[in-house]
């Protein structure tokens, strides 16, 4: 995210954070996001199985 | 007043009480006495009941001079860490927002103590809401480390850890959600229990993390934090997460000692990125100690410490910010700037990234289960080493450098913090010893052989 982006996220959510935290802030964001990257998003919703054991009841 | 009686075990005065060679009205006025003398130099105490305490010490005397005898904890001066509601008496959760709350009732685990003849003496210092601090900007001025004034108490309960070191009280409660029990015990010297998650209500506590916090018992001996534990364990409707188990003593095992256990090394966890030298060296000291005592002792394969970190940073911020969205919205500035900080982040997690954090416990709890099927215990750092400067702690320091108590909150197993050493500059450094879900007792039993065989528990900072 970019500094605008992170400071327009803060305004919708309500927040008022004044402009001298708001490059620690963006340090906060970034280290928070890198974390949630790390995240596994499997099992997606996608079907991956084969066309012969998806007609598995 | 002489250090003899401030730093008495539990254990100790228990026994001196129980037969009349202690009266519980002189162990408290001395305590008092001790806390006014030295507290205004550390903070440790928001709030003391002195009167309080003085007339429930009188209650206890007479009820045990009557044959009334309840048990080790009648007429034992305890404190509480301020997020522990207590019927009459501010509790503040060490915010300006809460500033003039007085609860109406007795937290759960408050509530077990003072049935067991407990004598209260005060509220201890916590970071606001047991996630800022240390912020100079506190409502409440952070508590002042004993061994070092410029040091990190340790956060959050750092009024029980300076307390306790400083010889104020004889045994204490915490809070844990990410290290706020054992962080506070490691940096001040003293012993702290993480129980397993469900064995101690948190009904009447004020809450960080709905799914990560802990309630538990922080004292100077493992033996001290297992006769409180006999108190506080127990069924509570009240929390939804308390779980009924058999009854335990968890005093019973703690003289069994170590041989024969299979200790496993945290080695996951002990890395020279999350913990300092002086850290690294007490781990391994304490790894030969087991060795010694004729446990076996070898390397366990626990998952890294950020996938631990990454799931408990991401499920407390959206479990805390769900508490305080409203109050951040419309009185941000009223918190001090750590705490304002930090849940501020709440607004940048989605729900399918709390979905997947919540997911990532689930195989991190998966992962360990079928690692400790070969060990008993697994020993790990207790801290990222000796308390830090109190100046120096950023606002996202660990975020960035994941703690390695992090862990245990996120499986819910029992952790308890030891000394186990002095860094070079003159601070303690401890380990920490996990175990399988509500295997307490067996965490206790392994910290009570380790300390019986070293002393670093017997340490006291330079106070009064």
């Known amino acids: 995210m970019t500094p605008d982006e992170i400071t327009k996220a803060l305004s919708d959510a309500g927040l008022t954070v004044p402009d001298d935290e708001l490059s620690t802030m963006h340090d906060g964001v970034a280290i928070l996001l890198a974390l949630i990257e790390r995240l596994d998003d499997s099992p997606r919703a996608t079907n991956t199985v084969s066309s012969d054991e998806s007609d598995a009841s | ?464």
């Not at chain 2, 003899?4 to 129980?18: K, Q, S």
């Not at chain 2, 005592?293 to 911020?317: H, N």
């Not at chain 2, 830090?388 to 862990?407: C, D, E, I, R």
């Open chain 2, 1 to 464: 007043m002489s250090d003899d009686l401030a730093y008495l075990t539990i254990a100790e005065a228990a026994r001196r009480i129980e037969t009349r060679a202690l009266s519980p009205v002189d162990l408290t006025e001395a305590l008092i006495a001790r806390a006014q003398a030295v507290d205004p130099a550390l903070g440790s105490f928001v709030t003391r009941t002195d009167d309080a305490a003085r007339a429930a010490a009188q209650d206890a005397e007479k009820e045990i001079a009557a044959g009334r005898y309840r048990g080790p904890l009648h007429g034992m001066p305890i404190a509480l860490k301020e997020a522990f509601d207590t019927a009459g008496v501010r509790t503040t959760v060490g915010s300006k927002l809460l500033c003039d709350r007085v609860p109406s009732t007795d937290a759960a685990a408050w509530a077990r103590l003072r049935a067991a003849g407990a004598v209260l003496l005060g509220k201890l210092e916590t970071t606001e809401f047991c996630y800022g601090g240390p912020s100079d900007d506190s409502f409440f001025k952070p508590a002042r480390n004993p061994w070092n004034a410029e040091c990190y108490a340790g956060g959050s309960s750092s009024g029980a850890g300076v307390s306790l070191a400083s010889g104020l009280t004889m045994g204490a409660l915490g809070t844990d959600t990410g290290g706020s029990i054992r962080l506070p015990a490691a940096y001040c010297g003293i012993t702290g229990l993480m129980p397993s998650y469900g064995l101690v209500s948190r009904a009447g506590v004020f809450p960080l993390s709905a799914t990560l916090d802990h309630v538990g018992p922080m004292a100077r001996t493992v033996e001290d934090c297992a006769i409180l534990l006999n108190v506080l364990a127990g069924f509570d409707a009240a929390d939804p997460d308390s779980v009924a188990r058999p009854d335990t003593d968890y005093t019973d095992g703690l003289g069994i000692g170590a041989r024969g256990l299979r200790v496993g090394l945290a080695g996951a966890l002990a890395q020279e990125d999350a913990v300092a030298p002086d850290g690294l060296t007490a781990y391994r000291a304490a790894a030969d100690t087991f060795r010694e005592l004729g446990a076996e002792v070898r390397e366990a394969a626990l998952p890294s410490l950020t996938d631990f970190a990454t799931a408990q940073i991401i499920i407390t911020l959206v479990e805390g910010y769900a508490i305080h969205e409203k109050d951040l919205q419309n009185r941000r500035a009223d918190y001090s700037y750590h705490s304002r900080m930090r849940l501020s982040l709440g607004p940048f997690i989605r729900a399918v990234d709390y979905a997947r954090a919540l997911r990532l416990r689930e195989k991190l709890i998966a992962d360990y289960n079928a690692v400790m099927a070969d060990f008993d215990v697994i020993l790990a750092p207790g801290a990222p080493g000796p308390a830090p400067k109190a100046a120096g702690v950023g606002a996202f320091q660990f975020f960035s450098k994941p703690l390695v108590t992090m862990p245990a909150n996120v499986l819910g197993v029992p952790a308890l913090g030891l000394p186990a050493g002095m860094s070079t500059d003159g601070l303690p450094v401890a380990v920490q010893l996990m175990g399988k879900r509500f295997d307490d007792a067996l965490v206790l039993q392994a910290g009570a052989a380790f300390q019986a065989a070293t002393d670093w528990h017997t340490a006291r900072p330079p106070v009064g």
